[in-house]
Structures are given as structure tokens and as C-alpha cells.
């Protein structure tokens, strides 16, 4: 365990997360920005990279991939070695921007409050896109509001599918 905490010090990982802590940790993932006091938003990390997340206090990880898409390890398996709660919500493009799924990670983001947690896709478009929607369907934001929060989550290319999701209410 000694030399695990000493690779992670050399890593320039911080020990104890804070806010800056945390801005730190997403910066260090692909596409991973900050986007609460405890919820980083990012692409597929590489299993090192949760490995040592999972070492500086990593609570859980909400995985928005579909079963197909191979991240090249088992995700699963390296986050339950480390005691990282770890849940799959899988979420297939604009077809997966269901109230369910929306409903599913309000759920899994209020299990683990002021914890942090990593929720990620491929490349964080999918993380946006739930954001956007749960802040208007869960918490009842403006649809502006609501689209502003998910671009800021990384919504990119769902940015239309959200915004006629929106616009159907």
C-alpha cells in the first residue's frame, strides 16, 4: 500500500479531494471537466487512470457506454479491486436519452452526494446530454439553462436530439 500512495504522490495526484483537487483529477482525464463540487464529467479513462482515482478517493463510477463499445479492459473489474462502486447505465446515442436512463443517474448522483464521482462515455458528449435533460426534466431549469449545463458537461453532436427532447414538452 506504501509504494501504491507513493506512485500516486509522484503522479501529482492529490491525496485528500477538494474542489481544486477534483479539477485537477478531470483535467488529467480525456475531454474531463469538473461539473459540480463532486461530479466529474470526461471520455473513456484508461484503467490506470481509474486505478490511481480510485487511490486519491474515487467514490463510484457511472459508465454510459453501451456493452459494445470495448474499452479494451474490464472497467467493472478494475473499479470492484479497488472498491470503487461501479454502475452501468448504458445509454446508445439519442435512442438512450430516456427519462429512465435520466432518472437512473439522478439516482446514482444522489446515492453518492458530496462524494466524488466520474460519469463518462466515449467522450463525454452522452454525460452532457443526460445532464442537460435531467436539469430541465428533474430540476426544472429552462431548456437554455438546461442546454448550457449540458454543453458544459461535454455535450457536443446530441446537442439536437436534446434540444427537440426539450422542445416536446
Do not use: K
Not at 4 to 32: K, Q, R, T, Y
Not at 52 to 76: M, Q, Y
Request: with cysteine.
Amino acid at each position: 500500500m506504501r509504494i501504491f500512495v507513493i506512485l500516486i504522490m509522484l503522479s501529482g495526484l492529490p491525496l485528500v479531494a477538494g474542489a481544486e483537487d477534483l479539477a485537477e483529477w478531470a483535467d488529467a482525464l480525456p475531454n474531463g471537466r469538473l461539473i459540480g463540487p463532486s461530479v466529474i464529467s470526461a471520455g473513456q479513462p484508461d484503467a490506470a487512470q481509474l486505478q490511481n482515482l480510485a487511490g486519491v478517493g474515487l467514490a463510484a463510477v457511472i459508465n454510459l457506454r453501451t456493452p459494445g463499445e470495448d474499452p479494451g479492459f474490464d472497467e467493472a473489474e478494475v473499479l470492484r479491486s479497488e472498491d470503487v462502486a461501479y454502475y452501468h447505465v448504458p445509454v446508445a446515442g439519442s435512442a438512450g436519452l430516456s427519462p429512465e436512463n435520466v432518472q437512473r443517474l439522478d439516482r446514482l448522483l444522489a446515492r453518492h452526494a458530496g462524494q466524488p464521482v466520474l460519469v463518462h462515455c466515449a467522450s463525454g458528449n452522452r454525460v452532457g446530454a443526460l445532464f442537460a435533460l435531467r436539469a430541465h426534466w428533474l430540476q426544472g431549469a429552462e431548456a437554455d439553462s438546461a442546454l448550457a449545463e449540458g454543453r458544459s458537461a461535454g455535450m457536443t453532436r446530441l446537442e439536437g436530439a436534446v434540444e427537440a427532447l426539450l422542445g416536446d414538452e
